[in-house]
Every structure is written in structure tokens, then in C-alpha cells.
């Protein structure tokens, strides 16, 4: 498939969706079936089947994505994790061994460090921000190396033209969970990445009202992806693909909302005196904003920040919170706020937090779409004397 010449905000309410339509309809209807008939002449291995991907609002929502990344294939998955186990089994082979960031998502952490050995498989952490430190870690049956876009909470932004060339060099593949910057602030395969990766949970979709996951790539790969798909079973529902594909229509204008939203309040809380840090890529006191400038064309919605005051003042913080939902998850049209050391890193070991900065005081928010005085009124009142 080619890329589309028509431009973000067209492709995704536009790009793959079946030509001629189906009945006419300006959306890809729900096929909620999982029996259909063999036409006159066709084999078994033309059966469309709900498991298989091939159903016409899997095939539709895939060729979109596709068009997003700007790859050559793209495949909806149940959910992110089963976009990124079934890509790294895919990938790795027998016996493979991955390079892998040292601050991940921690579904993807636990993949590696609980699961990965019951199959064969064996990685090692790397520092993204640190290319002269990976050669050191090649082994000769290293196979794939894996970043992420942005890291979680400390909204780091990895060496990616440094990994790009590293893997061609050792000839890895090279694969980058892009869920927090999303393809409208970041399009790793046009600078060279193999495969993206993404939870389509969260912005992709949007509203915090299902679960979903995306690859896409080169054909090549994404097709034995697939395969590999059919058999480990993590298709996504028809149902889900209708949402998704309505989520993805308003993309473009959401995540344009969030990186306004987030830089303001980014802003603001840097001028706090209640606040010790903030951690926004946008921001110039950001350690790779100079990064972000050059790759990305927005700063995402994601930022965290730590009160003076540690523990107590965060969670005081937490517990004054009006507007602003206390949970973890993100990137839906809704803010909301988590402390990582209470959630996604609490089965971190505190040495391991206190290296990679994560502090008993660091707060986390996904910036959402409503008004952005409304939200910085609700931080400011959470944390008044
Ligand atoms: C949520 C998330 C995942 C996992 O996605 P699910 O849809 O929950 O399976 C993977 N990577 C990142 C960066 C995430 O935020």
C-alpha cells in the first residue's frame, strides 16, 4: 500500500476506509459476524474470521493506521500488550535476545523480566539517552532493540536518531512504542525505525472507553506479525474497531488540545513556589527539549512534577483534587493524575526509583482537553495552604 498524499488531519477521518463503501455508508459498518460464506472458487485460506484480522472493519482501521505512521502495513491488535508480546515473539525468534530501555511501560517490564525466559528469550536494559554505552551489550543473537517515544513519568526523550542508526549498523530491528507522542507528534518510521508500536487505549483512541493496540511497519514484518497473531489470538472485536476508528477521526484536534493544554500548565507550575521540578519537554529547563524541538512536532500531553514537601504533600495534593481524576491510565479527553511510586512503578525497587528519579513526592498528569484555566484552577487550589 502507498502512503497517502493527502495530509494528517484528512487521513484520519479518510485513509482506508473500503472503496467503493460498503452499502453506501460513510462508516465502516460494525461486522458483527463470525460466519461468512465461501464465495464460488475460494479456498479455506480465504475465510474471513473475527480471530484471523480480516474482517472488513479490522482490515479498514489497519490500513488507516498504516497511512497515520506512515507504513507500509499496519494490524489491530486486543490491546497495546498484545500489539507489543506478540511483535517482540514475533521478532525475536528462537533463542533472541533484545536490547531493551531501562524505564518502561511497566506491562512491557514485566513481559521481560517475568515472561521472557519461559520462552528462550533474553534482553538486556540499556540507557536510551547513552548510545555509546549499547555496543558494550550486543550479543550475536541480539536481534531487536526497544524504545519508547517519550518515557513514562519522567517524559524523557531516547537518542532516537542514535537508535535508528545503531540498529543498522548491527542490523537489529528497530521498534519504539509511540503511544504518548502519537503519530501526529511523532512519525518514528519516517526517520527510520522498523516498527511503531502502540496502546491505541490511550490517545489513539481517546476516550478512556475500550482497549486496543496497533503495529505498524514494514510489510514484511507486520505480515509475520500478523500470522503470529492468529495464532496467539489477540484479535481485536469489530465493536472495538468501530470506536477506534471514530476515536482516530478526532486525533489530530485532541492532541493538538492536549500539547496547548499541557505546555500552559507546564508553565504554570514552574512558576510555583509550592513546586521543586517540572518535568515537561517543552519546557527549556527540560534536559532533552533541545530533542523534542528537532524530532517532534508537538510536546504531548504528558508531564509530572514534584512538590517540596515529599510524600505527605503529594498525597495531600491527591486527595484535594476536584476536576482532575485520580487514576492511572492517560491520554483520554479527561485529566487525570496518578503518583507513580503508588502505581505503575510501586513494584520498582526504591533503589532502582531513586536512580531513575522517580521520588515519593513526583506527581503525574495526563493533560486532558477541557479548559486549561479550569485545570490549573484545580491544581492551584490542591495545593494552597
Ligand atoms: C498503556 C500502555 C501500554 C499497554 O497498553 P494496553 O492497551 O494497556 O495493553 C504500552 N505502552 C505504553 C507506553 C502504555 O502507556
Known amino acids: 500500500m502507498s502512503i497517502s498524499d493527502h495530509r494528517l488531519e484528512t487521513n484520519v477521518i479518510h485513509a482506508g476506509k473500503p472503496s467503493p463503501s460498503i452499502g453506501g ?6 461486522f458483527q459476524c463470525s460466519v461468512f460464506e465461501h464465495g464460488e472458487g475460494e479456498s479455506y485460506h480465504d475465510t474471513v474470521y473475527p480471530r484471523l484480522s480480516n474482517l472488513p472493519n479490522q482490515v479498514a482501521l489497519g490500513r488507516k493506521l498504516a497511512v497515520l505512521e506512515a507504513g507500509e502495513e499496519g494490524l489491530v491488535t ?33 513481559f521481560l523480566t517475568k515472561d521472557f525466559d519461559d520462552f528462550g528469550l533474553s534482553h538486556d536494559f ?49 521498534i519504539i512504542d509511540n503511544t504518548f507522542a502519537t503519530p501526529v507528534n511523532f ?11 502502540h496502546s491505541a487505549t490511550k490517545y489513539l483512541n481517546g476516550h478512556s472507553d475500550l482497549a486496543a493496540g496497533v503495529v505498524a511497519g514494514k510489510s514484511e514484518l507486520v505480515q509475520r506479525i500478523h500470522h503470529r497473531l492468529n495464532h496467539l489470538g489477540g484479535s481485536l472485536d469489530p465493536h472495538a474497531c468501530f470506536l477506534l476508528d471514530r476515536g482516530l477521526k478526532t486525533l489530530v484536534l485532541r492532541v493538538r488540545q492536549h500539547n496547548d493544554n499541557a505546555l500552559a500548565i507546564a508553565r504554570h507550575l514552574a512558576g510555583k513556589s509550592q513546586v521543586a521540578v ?12 533541545g530533542r523534542a524541538r528537532e524530532l517532534f512536532a508537538g510536546f ?15 498525597e495531600r495534593f491527591m486527595n484535594r ?36 528519579g522517580i521520588t515519593d513526592a ?20 490542591a495545593m494552597a495552604e
Not at 455508508?25 to 460494525?30: F, G, K, L, R, S
Not at 517540572?278 to 527539549?289: Q, R
Not at 506527581?363 to 484545580?378: C, K, L, P, Y
Open 25 to 30: 455508508a460513510a462508516t465502516v459498518p460494525i
Open 78 to 110: 486486543a490491546s497495546g500488550m498484545a500489539a507489543i508480546t506478540t511483535s517482540l515473539l514475533t521478532v525475536l525468534g528462537k533463542g533472541g535476545h533484545l536490547l531493551v530501555q531501562d524505564n518502561l511501560y511497566g506491562g512491557t517490564h514485566n
Open 278 to 289: 517540572v518535568h515537561y519537554p517543552g519546557l527549556e529547563s527540560h534536559a532533552h527539549h
Open 126 to 174: 540499556i540507557d536510551a539517552g547513552d548510545p555509546a554505552s549499547w555496543q558494550a551489550a550486543v550479543k550475536p543473537n541480539t536481534r531487536a532493540i526497544y524504545v519508547e517515544a517519550i518515557s513514562n513519568p519522567l517524559v524523557q526523550i531516547a537518542d532516537h536518531p542514535s537508535v535508528v542508526a545503531f540498529a543498522r549498523r548491527h542490523s537489529l530491528v528497530s
Open 187 to 197: 512519525r518514528p518510521l519516517a526517520h527510520g525505525y522498523d516498527l511503531v508500536v
Open 321 to 356: 483534587l476536584e476536576l482532575i481524576t485520580h487514576a492511572p491510565s492517560l491520554g483520554g479527553v479527561e485529566s487525570l493524575s496518578t503518583r507513580p511510586v503508588t502505581t505503575s512503578h510501586a513494584g520498582m525497587a526504591p533503589a532502582e526509583r531513586e536512580r531513575l
Open 362 to 381: 513526583l506527581i503525574r498528569v495526563s493533560v486532558g482537553i477541557e479548559n486549561a484555566a479550569d485545570i490549573i484552577a484545580d491544581l492551584d487550589h
Open 300 to 314: 504531548g500531553g504528558m508531564l509530572s512534577f514534584e512538590l517540596r514537601g515529599g510524600a505527605s504533600a503529594a
